[in-house]
């Protein structure tokens, strides 16, 4: 399916009308961006997506519990009457028994006297067709099921929620039962199950029809209950829902305003105490160093010239303690050698003594005594000064570099004191986060007893479906029972035990399947393949599990909240190939809440390879330097929605201004 144009007439913040060309111009581009300000119409344009495609059927933001009507009034355009209405019209290819086929989908809604109009055409290769109009809702489901919508036609926003594993199999089975046809087959079995109560209900013996009369009449009240109980459980869930979305929303402006800081100011003062502390301690170290041979340090040259001077003195020492002892030597040598050597030979090893004692006597006799040092210890101190100094040198160096680390620390925590806001602004604004808080927790509570009280009304219906079962099964009377009706009784019990085994089979063979679509879209997007190995669908409850390299378990928290989000991305794009439908993917606040690295990981690794059409609805704070760069080779056509407060009216121009 490719999707050629959209068209907005007088649709939510789009006054007029706005047509909007979404063709790929190939497939090595196959992202279409969009760039907005939150509130200037990006959610919208998703909605109207579903909308058009849809109708009364489309999940989309901000209906809530409104009933269709209600919700497609609030959609018309504040400059437009009731009467005038909106409309949508959608262009799109898709391949019928191949061959492309193009189609053009109208939807139009007004209000005339308080009445409400739905209006819908359908145009198929240029020619309106009646027929497809009337079964348009099949069609559709065909190639792109309203239950698996959610799968090509989401909001980033929303992945914080898929990544609790705990919500996510919920968004597994779901997903899994509409793409392998279990809801249909979960339909045959009640419908069997009606079917055999029918039968046996009509052949019961005429003494047990009091007592199934009696369960049959508990049994609606207690499905009543049940009712009202579920009733209930939706409205305190709905309220918990919103609260929970409200305190978010605070908390993110919160955060934004500075708030954050302010809640943390105390810590703050406390961490720049201890470190004024470490601070002092490190003074105290530095008269430590300054008191020892750290002050030679400054001056390299001199001490260069002292170890110099040192080590010529310790030679005129050394040679004027000698001096006497050599004179002794050479008369020895003389007379010893005498009887050795002729006179020649002599003279010539005294010329050649002589001369070299000359020549040390000359250089020492050169030698000016300054240090005037008397003893080898003296001597031995200058000439491991170097060595000292080296690990001074170290030692100063290591405490500089704490010095510096300390009072960077406290110019860091001093600055983001400075920053706080004043705490006549941002106490309000805790106040009502606080209060919020407290009422969503309150909430959550609430809710916690209605879930008890809807289990033990679940319980008691089922044992009152299960009293009226056994009465059917006991109270049948067989002799009066016709032969056929007996027949439909017994093959209903044995098909639905048949379905019920082709049904949970048929979950554990697909299961593998969907396991490994997800694993290989996860290994891609974190390219950390030394972090979980396998990841592991219970065909029960559709938990999720993941498991390292040599089959241990891990937990999701050792998964980054980043990390944890890509996996939500992952189970995404997994269903949506186990769904082998070639479907745009379009994807509304694509980086969510995503941390930086993470944010890179979609963008190359994601976007260009989720389907072969992708459109983008990004916030300025979203697609933009880098990553619009790195996306860029990918980009097809680019829009910017801008809000024209002179018109009142949001625009969608050319190219991307982010």
């Known amino acids: 399916m490719i999707i050629d144009s959209i068209t907005l007439r007088d649709f939510r913040v789009f006054n007029g009308t706005h047509t909007i060309k979404l063709t790929p111009q190939s497939k090595e581009k196959p992202v279409i961006l969009f760039g907005a300000l939150n509130g200037s119409g990006k959610t919208s344009l998703l909605d109207a997506l579903k909308l058009v495609l849809y109708g009364k059927n489309a999940q989309c933001s901000k209906r809530g519990r409104k009933s269709f009507a209600s919700f497609i009034k609030e959609c018309i355009n504040d400059k437009v009457t009731p009467s005038k209405g909106t409309s949508i019209e959608l262009e799109f290819r898709t391949y019928i028994d191949g061959k492309e086929e193009h189609y053009k989908v109208n939807r139009s809604w007004n209000f005339k006297k308080d009445k409400f109009y739905d209006n819908f055409k359908v145009w198929v290769n240029g020619k309106e067709d009646a027929l497809l109009e009337g079964s348009w809702h099949e069609f559709v489901d065909s190639f792109i099921p309203a239950k698996l919508s959610h799968l090509f036609f989401f909001d980033g926003e929303k992945i914080e929620e898929f990544a609790d594993l705990e919500y996510a199999k919920d968004l597994l089975g779901k997903a899994m039962h509409s793409l392998l046809g279990i809801d249909t087959v979960a339909q045959l079995e009640k419908d069997l199950i009606i079917l055999q109560k029918r039968k046996q209900k009509q052949n019961q013996k005429q003494s047990q029809k009091e007592d199934l009369l009696k369960a049959e009449n508990e049994f609606s009240k207690s499905k009543k209950l049940l009712e009202e109980a579920t009733e209930e459980h939706n409205v305190a869930f709905t309220k ?373 059409q992708v459109i983008l609805l990004s916030t300025d704070e979203e697609i933009h330097g880098d990553y619009h760069s790195k996306l860029k080779p990918f980009i097809s056509r680019s829009y910017t929605i801008e809000y024209d407060n002179e018109n009142q009216s949001s625009v969608v121009s050319g190219g991307y201004q982010f």
């Open 240 to 612: 918990l829902i919103s609260l929970q979305e409200k305190y978010k929303q605070l908390r993110r402006k919160l955060k934004s305003s500075g708030g954050e800081l302010f809640e943390h100011r105390e810590e703050f003062q406390y961490i720049i105490n201890k470190a004024q502390e470490q601070l002092k301690d490190l003074e105290k170290e530095a008269e430590s160093i300054a008191a020892g041979v750290a002050p030679f340090l400054l001056i390299p040259e001199l001490v260069d010239s002292l170890a110099k001077q040192a080590e010529e003195e310790d030679s005129f020492r050394i040679f004027g303690q000698v001096d006497d002892i050599i004179s002794t030597i050479d008369k020895s040598v003389v007379e010893k050698m005498s009887d050795v050597l002729d006179k020649e030979q002599m003279n010539k090893l005294v010329n050649a003594f002589k001369t070299s004692v000359g020549e040390i006597k000359e250089r020492v006799d050169n030698i000016t005594p300054v240090l005037e040092l008397q003893s080898a210890s003296s001597f031995a101190a200058i000439d491991s000064l170097p060595n000292i100094l080296q690990e001074a040198q170290e030692r100063v160096n290591d405490f500089l570099a704490l010095a510096n680390k300390v009072l960077i620390e406290i110019e860091d925590y001093q600055r983001k004191i400075a920053n706080i806001p004043a705490e006549e602004i941002i106490k309000p604004l805790i106040k009502e986060c606080n209060k919020v808080e407290r009422d969503k927790i309150l909430q959550e509570g609430v809710v916690a007893n209605i879930e008890e009280k809807l289990k033990k009304t679940e319980y008691e219906f089922q044992v009152c479906a299960g009293r009226i079962s056994k009465l059917l099964e006991e109270g049948m009377d067989i002799h009066l029972a016709k032969h056929e009706d007996l027949r439909i009784i017994e093959y209903t019990k044995i098909i639905n035990d048949r379905l019920v085994l082709f049904r949970n089979e048929m979950i554990k063979k697909y299961v593998g399947k969907i396991e490994q679509y997800i694993y290989e879209s996860f290994s891609h997007l974190l390219h950390k393949s030394s972090l979980v190995y396998s990841i592991k669908i219970s065909p029960e409850d559709y938990s999720i599990s993941l498991e390292g390299k040599n089959g241990e378990f891990i937990h999701p928290d050792k998964l980054s909240a980043g990390e944890r989000q890509l996996l939500a991305v992952s189970m995404l794009w997994g269903l949506a190939k186990a769904a082998e439908r070639p479907l745009p993917a379009v994807i509304d606040t694509p980086l969510g809440r995503l941390d930086s690295s993470h944010r890179t990981n979609l963008v190359e690794k994601y976007f260009p390879s989720a389907s072969h």
